[in-house]
Structure formats: structure tokens, C-alpha cells
């Protein structure tokens, strides 16, 4: 298994350009998520999906889309890069929380942006 | 607000014990991860805690005091392989995760 895969694995945009990175996962999760390290600050959300074919808006989703069309796979979205997009990108995925379970997140291997 | 608090660096000698400390302010609470992070790759998951007290798994341990907003992270018998960034990430009621921004452990032979 390869676990949660992500491409590109470095990239970098000028202003204004745009791009889709892509995460795949083979464990069946139901859960996925789009994440951005920053240095000094701790994993902020962008978007996640808690199902095929759903989304929903993180911590800071301003300047992302997202899409959840296959289950395996959650896609995101930058139309127009400006600077402050400049970070590794962390996608992650998990089982849903069950009763009395914890859901922990499996992380890709990043991608990291950088936008001039 | 909700709030993470580490320490940003630590530094240990090979063989010695070290305790990660974390705080944590969240509305609500479902329970506190510690993932491992070493540089230029993807967290790894080391430990859950939801309910008050110690955990042990093997060299590392984690603790919660859920009165106290409290946990920490105890490495024992330092490897250089330890070397890493430690992250503390708390379950709020939406079951979202809020992450503190990481501490850098430095282990010296």
C-alpha cells in the first residue's frame, strides 16, 4: 500500500498562475483533508471532505477550491497564486470517528509551493 | 480563541529523558494528539489521549489533564533518530484538529 501519495512534490508558480495539486489515498478513507505549514505556525485547514462528492471550508479556504469526485482522490485548487500561497502543502486522510475510536490522520509527504 | 501552546525548541543528550509540554484553550474537547514530524517529511501519528492520565507505548509516553488543559510528551532512552519536530494538535467539539506549531528537538551525543 502506498498510503496517502501527493503530486506535485515541488512546484513553483508565478502571480497569477494557476495550478491543481493532487492527493490520493488507498486505505478506503472516508475522510480527507488540505492542509498548509507555514514556518512558526502550527498546521492550518484549508478545505476538507468528509465524503465522495463533498467538501466543506476549513480554517483559511480563501484563494483554494476543492473537489472530492472520486473517493480516493481530493484535488486542490489554486486559480490565481499570489505570494502568501508560498508554504508545503500536507494533504492527510482518515476513517470516520467511531464511538469510543479516534480517528488519526495519515499524512502525504507534502508539496512545497512557492509563488514569486 | 482557540489556542496551542509548546515550547519551540528543546535540546536532550543521547540516553537522557525529555517531557514536551503542551497547553491547550479549544472549544469544546475530543481529545489530544501528539504526531511526530521529521524535517521535510509528513507527520507521523505517535499518540491519543482523551482521558485523563498516562499512556505508555514503549519509549514514548503522553499525559493529559483535561482540568488543567495539559498534556505532555515523554521521550525516554534519546536516540539521534529523535531528532524531530513534535506536534500537539487538540480535537475541538467539531472534531477538528488545532494544531500547536510544533517543537524542535535537538538531541546531542
Known amino acids: 500500500n502506498a498510503g496517502v501519495t501527493q503530486t506535485p512534490k515541488f512546484r513553483v508558480l508565478k502571480t497569477g498562475q494557476s495550478m491543481t495539486l493532487l492527493c490520493a489515498q488507498d486505505?478506503?478513507?472516508?475522510?480527507m483533508y488540505w492542509y498548509r505549514q507555514d514556518p512558526g505556525m502550527g498546521l492550518r485547514l484549508i478545505h476538507y471532505?468528509?465524503?465522495?462528492?463533498?467538501?466543506a471550508k476549513g480554517e483559511v479556504p480563501d484563494g483554494y477550491n476543492v473537489s472530492r469526485l472520486k473517493k480516493q482522490n481530493f484535488l486542490l485548487g489554486l486559480e490565481s497564486a499570489a505570494p502568501s500561497q508560498t508554504s508545503v502543502y500536507f494533504c492527510?486522510?482518515?476513517?470516520?470517528?467511531?464511538?469510543?475510536?479516534?480517528?488519526?490522520?495519515?499524512f502525504g509527504p507534502g508539496t512545497r509551493l512557492t509563488v514569486l | 480563541g482557540q489556542n496551542i501552546d509548546q515550547p519551540t525548541e528543546m535540546t536532550a543528550t543521547e540516553g537522557a529523558i525529555v517531557q514536551i509540554n503542551c497547553t491547550y484553550q479549544?472549544?469544546?474537547?475530543?481529545?489530544l494528539f501528539w504526531y511526530q514530524q521529521h524535517a521535510g517529511e509528513a507527520p507521523t501519528f505517535l499518540s491519543y489521549?482523551?482521558l485523563d492520565g498516562l499512556e505508555e507505548k514503549g519509549r514514548f509516553s503522553s499525559f493529559l489533564s483535561r482540568s488543567k488543559g495539559y498534556s505532555y510528551l515523554l521521550l525516554k532512552e534519546l536516540q539521534m533518530k529523535d531528532s524531530a519536530s513534535y506536534l500537539c494538535?487538540?480535537?475541538?467539539?467539531?472534531?477538528?484538529?488545532?494544531w500547536g506549531a510544533g517543537t524542535k528537538l535537538i538531541i546531542k551525543p
Open positions: 492527510a486522510s482518515s476513517h470516520p470517528r467511531l464511538a469510543g475510536d479516534f480517528n488519526e490522520q495519515f
Open positions: 479549544t472549544s469544546g474537547f475530543n481529545g
Open positions: 471532505s468528509v465524503g465522495e462528492g463533498t467538501t
Open positions: 486505505m478506503n478513507h472516508e475522510y
Open positions: 494538535a487538540a480535537m475541538d467539539s467539531n472534531y477538528q484538529l488545532i
Open positions: 489521549n482523551v
